[in-house]
């Protein structure tokens, strides 16, 4: 049996929703403690726990004497670079082209260790339905001609529901996802690595020939957005910057 979700995380979700949907725009004021007590049938404790949590999220502003509000700056401008494949390559005037190998919809029975930790879903909370979880692709893409980096990416399907409909071919995941929700902050790892007979097969190289595995993880609304792992042929290319 599923655990049904806290009072709290209901709440909390509900706002999220009302943010998300544009029903509460960034700097207008949200519902008051007393009437989301009386919509979720709970105690104003409750409320301010779920009010107390999305605030230190920097999801809402609370102002004494006046009320809790939509915070302003996170939401309404992306403040992490994002810098992608497609980008790079343009730039450097090189012709670029993407491959989706595969998508799909990941539920609940399907979720794995290593997903349930990066996106942090309780296995007895979430829901025992076959609605999406996570979305997953996989892409490989081309420089002139040559496959140079292998994506792996997983997204949380509750809060871009479109993800999965979109031609990754023309659309770049990265462009996509700042675009619908914009990031507030990631974390990322750099690593080489042999690569596994899948990857090798994407990157045309033969099985365990070094690779440059950039792991990256980004936050949107206090909450993990996407997890991406993005393998690239070690001898094709190169991880360069400006100090």
Not at 41 to 57: D, Q
Not at 68 to 75: D, G, I, K, N, R
Not at 78 to 96: G, H, P
Not at 141 to 162: C, L, M, N, S, Y
Request: proline share 3%.
């Amino acid at each position: 049996m599923t655990k049904t979700v806290p009072a709290y995380q209901r709440i909390k979700n509900a706002i999220l929703d009302n943010i998300h949907s544009g029903k509460w725009q960034a700097g207008e004021a949200i519902s008051t403690e007393m009437a989301l007590a009386e919509e979720f049938g709970v105690s104003r404790m409750t409320v301010n726990r779920a009010l107390k949590e999305l605030s230190e999220e920097r999801v809402l502003e609370r102002r004494q004497g006046s009320g809790t509000f939509v915070a302003q700056q996170q939401f309404n401008h992306t403040f992490v670079e994002v810098r992608n494949i497609a980008q790079d390559l343009k730039s450097a005037n090189r012709d670029y082209q993407a491959q989706v190998l595969s998508k799909r919809a990941i539920t609940a029975s399907m979720l794995d260790d290593e997903m349930r930790r990066k996106f942090d879903i309780d296995a007895h909370e979430v829901d025992s339905t076959e609605a999406a979880i996570l979305y997953e692709v996989k892409i490989i893409h081309f420089a002139d001609g040559q496959p140079i980096q292998f994506e792996e990416r997983w997204v949380d399907a509750t809060k871009v529901p479109a993800f999965i409909e979109q031609d990754f071919s023309v659309v770049n995941t990265s462009d996509y996802l700042i675009a619908e929700s914009p990031l507030e902050r990631g974390n990322y790892t750099i690593r080489a690595l042999a690569a596994p007979d899948e990857i090798a097969d994407a990157l045309q190289i033969a099985p365990q020939s070094p690779t440059l595995v950039l792991r990256r993880q980004t936050y949107s609304a206090g909450k993990v957005l996407t997890f991406v792992k993005m393998w690239h042929a070690g001898d094709r290319y190169q991880f360069s910057g400006e100090l």
